[in-house]
């Protein structure tokens, strides 16, 4: 099962900043938070991944709780091309497990 | 650096036939992860495979089996193709093995099965 919990939709207009939250309360000390997203029958496309501090990258942000249970990913300026289910996961040595993730729809 | 390629991008196949698909991974990598995405289970883990050896499993039945090439290069076979196999199978690299390696997926094999 998956280790996360992520609202199953969101909406963001185009410009602002999208922020997608993920509950991974119970994340081990060497487990890391990674994101991708998913266009429309793609591949999963990797956006960024973290330990325990923030993280940013050209994509995206991730911000990261200081307990570790909840992180929240960033896209500052979101555009209609990052419609996309967004997936959170936590990874340890084993597989990626997929939740349902959230399908964050960028409104013109 | 070319990312994951797989073949072929899409298949038709009917109850009872077998599929391999391909994946090659992005140069360099050599772990190989296979999962299976379907509408109403989701993004499902099959395997792994590292140095071609099979390094995890995924709750699949025998029919799912896969191997690595000593280039990395990954094929998965589905025999006795049943209509719940229909699906996109999706293929992964990662430089090496564990929980710290970043896996990449390619575009994906769409099969459907009639």
């Known amino acids: 099962d998956a280790k996360t919990t992520q609202p199953p939709s969101m909406d963001c207009a185009e410009g602002r900043a999208a922020n997608l939250p993920c509950n991974h309360s119970t994340i081990s000390g060497n487990e890391y938070v990674y994101w991708y997203r998913q266009i429309h029958s793609q591949g999963p496309q990797y956006i960024i991944h973290g330990l325990k501090n923030n993280e940013t990258n050209e994509m995206a942000s991730l911000i990261i709780t200081e307990d570790r249970k909840s992180s929240t990913l960033i896209l500052p300026h979101a555009t209609l091309r990052d419609t996309a289910v967004y997936y959170c996961?936590?990874?340890?040595?084993?597989?990626?497990?997929f939740g349902t993730g959230t399908r964050l729809t960028i409104i013109p | 650096k070319a990312g994951v390629t797989q073949t072929p991008r899409y298949l038709i196949k009917t109850r009872g036939q077998q599929v391999t698909l391909s994946c090659s991974p992005i140069?360099?990598?050599?772990?190989v992860s296979w999962y299976q995405q379907t509408p109403g289970q989701g993004l499902q883990f099959l395997f792994e495979?590292?140095?071609?050896?099979?390094?995890n499993k995924g709750n699949f039945p025998g029919r799912f089996s896969g191997r690595q090439f000593s280039n990395s290069r990954s094929e998965m076979n589905v025999s006795t193709l049943e209509l719940g196999d229909s699906a996109l199978y999706l293929c992964a690299s990662s430089p090496n093995t564990g929980g710290r390696e970043t896996q990449y997926f390619g575009p994906g094999t769409r099969l459907l099965v009639l």
């Open positions: 996961i936590v990874k340890g040595n084993e597989k990626l497990t």
């Open positions: 140069s360099g990598h050599r772990s």
């Open positions: 495979y590292f140095s071609e050896t099979q390094r």
